[in-house]
């Protein structure tokens, strides 16, 4: 495993601040989240302000919470919401900046 830095946390920056949101899995780690709502609400923000989201595994759970999403449709079907996807498809999104679509 390798240590990386973290420079800022969802409970100190805002989700402005940030071009996309990646929530790896980890079930520990989101079952943690998931009772956070600071986490879900800056996954939430990011969202409504239409940037790119992706989740592996057990972060796809922590992605769902965004309010409204289950309503939507299947898991992974919106817009710049990718869901066990690649890595390359996730750069792609980050690349569009933003997803308009989400605001009809």
């Excluded at 969202?47 to 759970?61: F, Q, R, W």
């Excluded at 079907?77 to 066990?84: P, Y």
Aim: with cysteine; aromatic share 8%.
């Amino acid at each position: 495993n390798k240590m990386i830095k973290v420079d800022e946390s969802f409970l100190t920056a805002a989700s402005v601040l940030f071009d996309a949101v990646f929530v790896p899995s980890g079930n520990k780690s989101v079952s943690k989240l998931l009772k956070e709502p600071k986490a879900i609400e800056f996954i939430t923000e990011s969202y409504k302000h239409c940037k790119a989201i992706a989740a592996e595994g057990d972060g796809a759970e922590l992605v769902m919470k965004i309010d409204g999403l289950q309503q939507k449709g299947k898991k992974g079907s919106h817009a710049g919401v990718l869901i066990d996807t690649s890595t390359a498809d996730f750069v792609k999104a980050i690349a569009q900046h933003r997803f308009w679509e989400r605001e009809m």
